[in-house]
């Protein structure tokens, strides 16, 4: 029987498919096989299914986006998740990614973890990225009903993923929105200050399964931190400041035409920054980005 269907994840070569509230375990038909070509996580895919619960995939529908690592299709929200503390993260990875989403018109939701270890911190954090644009969020280990208050509506009807450092406290989130679901949860070692436990596999999550009639899904995403974003997404240096939201009504406001809004006389951007209208920290990953960008290897642009 030929059906719709949403790949939930992805393991040894089989798929799970979700296709009118059934789960399928299925297999892709081999011109399939080549990287470009081969179903991802997200995708909606048609697929002739068995009454045994098997089945073969045998086309993919249009995606919106897709992501090579982790593969992911047809995203819609990316949760970055920011340990305060207990590992202390560097907020520059979340700059990282916001780019990188902002070039895919994916939105992105700071996630600032682990709250009641650094209140303080945390609201500084939330501060500087609400000025920016976004919908930053506080959440804590210790009030998981909130973490759900705040996060699911964000994901009704959409996909969304989940996404941060190791240990930054994914898996203690995903515990909280999906108490029925979730992977083990990683403890942080005190002397590394790193996960010992890591997610592999892609898997999204039905928001059906709490009960939330307007659906979507939930990915927990292995591997979102080391992206390179010129090497996945072809983000070229002279499009970067498009993708640092509260750059963009300044843009083409510059003394220069060709600003690089790095350290150029008459500069909108800069002004902005001296006058305490975007913070200093996020112009220093945008400089910092501009330069990685700048710099590498035009050859692998896109590989």
Do not use: W
Not at 64 to 91: C, H, T, W
Not at 180 to 187: H, Q, V
Not at 257 to 273: D, M
Not at 279 to 293: F, G, W
């Amino acid at each position: 029987m030929e059906r719709l269907g949403r790949i939930l994840s992805l393991s040894g070569g089989h798929y799970t498919v979700l296709s009118e509230g059934e789960r399928f375990l299925c297999t892709a038909r081999g011109s399939f096989r080549r990287r470009e070509d081969a179903p991802l996580t997200g995708d909606l895919v048609t697929i002739l299914s068995e009454p045994d619960g098997t089945g073969v995939i045998t086309g993919i529908q249009t995606r919106k986006n897709a992501l090579i690592r982790p593969p992911l299709a047809n995203l819609d929200v990316l949760f970055v998740v920011v340990s305060v503390k207990a590992p202390r993260d560097d907020p520059a990875n979340l700059d990282k990614l916001s780019v990188i989403a902002e070039k895919n018109s994916v939105e992105t939701v700071p996630v600032f973890a682990k709250c009641e270890l650094d209140e303080t911190r945390a609201e500084e954090l939330c501060a500087r990225y609400r000025r920016a644009g976004f919908d930053a969020v506080k959440v804590s280990r210790e009030e998981p009903e909130e973490a759900r208050r705040l996060l699911l509506p964000k994901l009704s009807g959409k996909i969304g993923a989940l996404t941060g450092a190791s240990g930054a406290g994914k898996s203690t989130l995903i515990h909280s929105l999906f108490p029925a679901l979730s992977p083990e949860t990683g403890s942080v070692s005190e002397k590394s200050q790193r996960g010992r436990h890591t997610t592999r596999v892609t898997t999204l999550y039905p928001l059906a399964d709490l009960g939330i009639a307007e659906g979507g899904f939930l990915a927990d995403t292995p591997g979102f931190s080391m992206l390179d974003p010129h090497r996945f997404f072809s983000i070229e240096k002279e499009d970067l400041a498009g993708c640092f939201r509260e750059f963009q009504d300044l843009l083409g406001s510059c003394r220069y035409t060709k600003c690089t809004h790095r350290t150029e006389e008459g500069c909108a951007i800069l002004r902005a920054v001296t006058e305490g209208k975007i913070a200093p920290e996020r112009h220093a990953s945008y400089r910092a980005l501009y330069d990685e960008i700048a710099g590498a290897d035009p050859y692998r642009k896109g590989k």
